[in-house]
């Protein structure tokens, strides 16, 4: 299959299961993270695919999404029977996988490690990442003006900012902190 014809396919299907709100969301990640991929120079094709699919599994219930990781033996972390919402990076990389056909261990590991980031990131595991946050559709996010300018002059450094900042809203609203974003953030601010 042509790739605009595969990127309109799964563009399509995601539609199907995200309500309005979450499919402008992703839409925006889709561009944010074709823009990142041009200046870092990625496969483009591969940031819209990974941007598209990245939340496909954030309108499942979190019921829908422990059942899946039972069902097919997926690894659930303490924090993420506590948090289930989290799993929606695994789940979502799982469907990829399995629903939407994507082979490609960097696509699947991007929208796997798209909300807690891990250490050795790809660049385009970055690309997700960091689209996620900055896209035109996010409203909430401290600093987003500067982010967003920084992102397009050195991801490795708006990576940290996003991360710290994601790190002091979970500690200012008292929502338990995934030991995989810490790590991800110690990480990254020494290197
Ligand atoms: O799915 P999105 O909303 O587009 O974005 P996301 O997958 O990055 O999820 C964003 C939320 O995830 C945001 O409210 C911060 C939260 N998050 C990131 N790391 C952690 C976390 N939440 C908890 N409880 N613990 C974490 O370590
Ligand atoms: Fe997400
Ligand atoms: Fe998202």
């Not at 979190?62 to 039972?70: A, P, T, V």
């Not at 056909?101 to 960097?106: F, N, Q, V």
Request: hydrophobic share 35%; aromatic share 6%.
């Amino acid at each position: 299959m042509k790739k605009t014809n595969q990127l309109k396919k799964i563009r399509k299907a995601v539609e199907k299961v995200q309500d309005a709100k979450r499919f402008e969301h992703t839409l925006g990640v889709e561009y944010t993270a074709a823009a990142l991929a041009m200046r870092y120079e990625c496969d483009i094709n591969d940031a819209r695919t990974a941007g598209l699919l990245h939340d496909c599994a954030k309108c499942f219930s979190d019921e829908k999404r422990l059942s899946i990781c039972r069902k097919n033996h997926i690894k659930v972390t303490e924090v993420e029977r506590k948090n289930p919402f989290l799993l929606h990076a695994k789940v979502g990389a799982y469907l990829a996988r399995e629903k939407y056909g994507i082979k490609e261990p960097d696509i699947l590991n991007a929208i796997q490690n798209h909300t807690t980031g891990r250490r050795n990131m790809s660049l385009l595991e970055k690309i997700i990442f960091v689209a996620d946050y900055i896209e035109p559709g996010r409203k909430h996010a401290p600093n987003l003006t500067e982010t967003r300018k920084l992102a397009f002059i050195d991801i490795d450094r708006a990576l940290v900012t996003i991360l710290k900042d994601t790190l002091e809203h979970l500690k200012r609203s008292g929502g338990e902190i995934d030991p995989m974003t810490e790590e991800t953030w110690r990480y990254y601010s020494q290197h």
